[in-house]
């Protein structure tokens, strides 16, 4: 009866260690620069036809900002958080917004060896039509045109990938910069080992002390 008792504590803990470790780009923010580890931020030549994703990452700054600077912060492309949540920018997102020739770019990269589960919700803010991407070590797990204010997700998806790779979210102009915020709300999550082999380690300490 206590070795049943103790293997159903841990299970229990076993099956809260199933969450695994989330990393959130929203939960995650920092503003100050350097203050977020798993997190950089930059853009890209922006895709086209010929050009794929991916290409010329160049590091920017990251900021918050008040939301009646929004539309008119220039100086794109910019990635921003708007802290007091009154306009524009939905709790639980960071706003992303392209220039003509650049895309906006948050590459997290990954601290360990593991399987990470990376899932995406990229929704317009405004009327233009944008190009939405997710890339895994450089190359495209998952590409949209995104129209206006419309909203297209990216279900949870699981790679394996060792430590430094790179999992970038990206919303580029799709050819032309006409109102092109986009809400991003972007998350890797570390996998623990599975709790089939945490149960096949518990049986064989079970057959062992039987013996
Ligand atoms: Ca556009």
Redesign the pocket.
Known sequence: MKRLMTLVAVLCVAGSAMAGTVYNLTNDWVSSPGNMPNWSFGNETAPTLEIPPGQNFSAMPHTDIGWADIYWNGGEPWILKCYNQVWVIPVGTVAFHPSNNLAAVARFTTPEDGTYAISAVFTGLDA???DVHVLVDGSSIYDFALDGLASTSLAPTQVFLAQGKTVEFIVG??????S?ATAVDATVTLIPEPVSVLLLGLGGLYLKKRK
Request: proline share 10%; net charge neutral; charged share 20%.
């Open positions: 233009g039509i944008k102009p799709y050819g032309f910069l006409t092109d």
